[in-house]
C-alpha cells in the first residue's frame, strides 16, 4: 500500500513514521520545509490548558498520548539522536474560578489535578509574585521542547527506509476518478498512491475545499516570546488567566499565547509582545531583569470545540483527514495519529473514533 501524506507538521511526521514503521510506503509532502509552523510554534504543553473544560473526545486523545509520551521521547532519541526535552515538571493554575468542576474531573480522571495552598505554592515557584493564595497543581503533566521534537521527528523518518519526503513542494489539488482520490497535483507533476492523509493543518480546509468538501478549520494565530532567563527562575508551566510561562531546560522561559483570527497573517505585532511580557513579568516579576530574545508566530488549525477531524472524507474514496487539533496538536497527536492508523491498516482503533469522524461534520459544496 503506498500512502500519501500531505503536510509535515507533528501530526504529519508522526503519521508518516508511524505507517513506515507498519510496512506502508509513505511519500511526505510539504509546502515549506518539515516542522517548520504551527508544530515548531507552539509552546509543547502536553495537556490542555484548563482540561476539564474540554469536551470527553479531547479528553480521550490526550489521556492516550499522556500515557504513550515517555515512551515516544526515548524511542525518537534512540531512533535520532535528538532528545525532544520531555520534562514532567507540572502544571500550576492559579486564580481558578471552575475550582470544584476542576475537582470534580480530577476525580474522575485519575486525581490529575490537585488544590494546594500557599506554602507548597512558594516551594514549587519561588520566584513567583506575592499575594497568591490557592492553585490548582497537576505535578504529572510535562512539556517538549517543539523544535527539538521536529527535528527528532525528521531525523527518524529520513531514516525510515519506506518515507520519501519532498520538501517545498506545495500540493495544489487532489486527483480524483470516479469518487475515488488516486494521487495529488505538484506544480510540475501528479504522484499517485492508493491513499491519501490531508494533515496540513490550518491550510486542510482549503485542500479539500477543491474538491466540494467544506471542512471547518481555520487558521487562529498565536504569539509567543522568549526569555533568556537562568535556570531556576521558572520550574514548572504556570497558567494565570489563559496566559502561561514554560520553563526549558537551559532556563529559558516561553511566555504565551494569543489567539487572534486574523487568517493566515503570520506577522508578530509590537502590542503583543508587550502584553505577553507585562504578563510574563507580572506572575514572576524576576523576568523583568531577563532579555527578550525571539517573537514568533504560528498558525493553530483551529477546529469547533477543539475536536479534530480523524478519519475518511465523505464520498470521496481512499481520501482521509487527520487535521484541526487547535490549541492540542502536541498533546494530542500520538493518539490521533494511531486512531487513524488503525483506521488505515483496519486494525482495532485504540479509542472510539465516532467523535473525530467528518461524516456529519463537514458539508459538501459546489466546486467553482
Ligand atoms: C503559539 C502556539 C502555542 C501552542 N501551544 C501548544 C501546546 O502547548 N501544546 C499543544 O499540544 N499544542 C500547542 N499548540 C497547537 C499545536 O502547535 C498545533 O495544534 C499543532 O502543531 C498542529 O499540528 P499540524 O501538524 O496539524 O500542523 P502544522 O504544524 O501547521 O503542519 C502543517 C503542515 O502542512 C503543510 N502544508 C500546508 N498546506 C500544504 C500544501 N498545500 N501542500 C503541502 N504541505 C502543506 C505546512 O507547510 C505545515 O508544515 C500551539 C500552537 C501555537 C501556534
Not at 14 to 31: F, P, W, Y
Not at 229 to 249: E, M
Not at 304 to 322: H, M, S, T
Request: aromatic share 6%.
Amino acid at each position: 500500500m503506498k500512502t500519501i501524506i500531505i503536510g509535515a507538521g507533528a501530526i504529519g511526521m508522526m503519521q508518516a513514521r508511524e505507517l513506515a514503521q507498519a510496512g506502508v510506503e509513505v511519500t511526505l509532502i510539504d509546502k515549506g520545509l518539515c516542522g517548520q509552523e504551527a508544530s515548531w510554534a507552539g509552546g509543547g504543553i502536553v495537556s490542555p490548558l484548563y482540561p476539564w473544560r474540554y469536551s470527553e473526545p479531547v479528553t480521550a486523545l490526550a489521556a492516550w498520548s499522556q500515557g504513550y509520551y515517555g515512551n515516544l521521547a526515548e524511542s525518537l532519541e534512540a531512533e535520532s539522536g535528538v532528545d525532544p526535552e520531555l520534562t514532567r515538571h507540572g502544571l500550576l493554575m492559579l486564580s481558578i474560578e471552575d475550582q470544584s468542576a476542576a475537582l470534580e474531573w480530577a476525580s474522575a480522571h485519575n486525581n490529575w489535578a490537585e488544590l494546594v495552598e500557599k506554602d507548597a505554592i512558594y516551594k514549587l515557584e519561588p520566584n513567583l509574585r506575592e499575594g497568591v493564595g490557592d492553585a490548582l497543581w497537576m505535578p504529572q503533566v510535562g512539556s517538549i521542547r517543539n523544535p527539538r521534537l521536529m527535528q527528532a521527528l525528521y531525523k527518524s523518518i529520513m531514516s525510515e527506509p519506506l518515507v520519501s519526503i519532498i520538501e517545498e513542494s506545495a500540493v495544489s489539488g487532489l486527483v480524483i476518478h470516479a469518487d475515488k482520490v488516486t494521487g495529488v497535483k505538484l506544480k510540475d507533476k501528479v504522484i499517485n498512491a492508493d491513499n491519501v492523509v490531508v494533515t496540513a493543518g490550518a491550510w486542510s480546509g482549503g485542500l479539500l475545499e477543491s474538491v466540494g468538501v467544506s471542512l471547518p478549520i481555520e487558521p487562529v494565530r498565536g504569539q509567543m516570546i522568549l526569555f533568556n532567563a537562568k535556570p531556576g527562575v521558572v520550574n514548572r508551566v504556570v497558567l494565570n488567566d489563559g496566559k502561561y510561562v514554560i520553563p526549558r531546560r537551559d532556563g529559558r522561559v516561553l511566555a504565551g499565547s494569543t489567539l487572534e483570527y486574523v487568517g493566515f497573517d503570520k506577522q508578530t505585532t509590537e502590542q503583543a509582545k508587550q502584553q505577553l511580557a507585562d504578563t510574563a513579568i507580572d506572575m514572576f516579576p524576576v523576568l523583568a531583569e531577563a532579555q527578550i530574545e525571539h517573537h514568533w508566530a504560528g498558525l493553530r488549525p483551529g477546529a469547533p470545540e477543539g475536536v479534530p477531524f480523524i478519519g475518511a472524507v465523505p464520498g470521496i474514496e481512499n481520501l482521509y483527514v487527520n487535521s484541526g487539533h487547535f490549541r492540542n496538536g502536541l498533546v494530542l497527536a500520538p493518539a490521533a495519529v494511531r486512531v487513524m492508523t488503525a483506521l488505515l491498516l483496519g486494525e482495532v482503533s485504540p479509542l472510539d473514533p465516532t467523535p473525530y469522524e467528518l461524516q456529519y461534520r463537514v458539508k459538501q459544496i459546489e466546486v467553482a
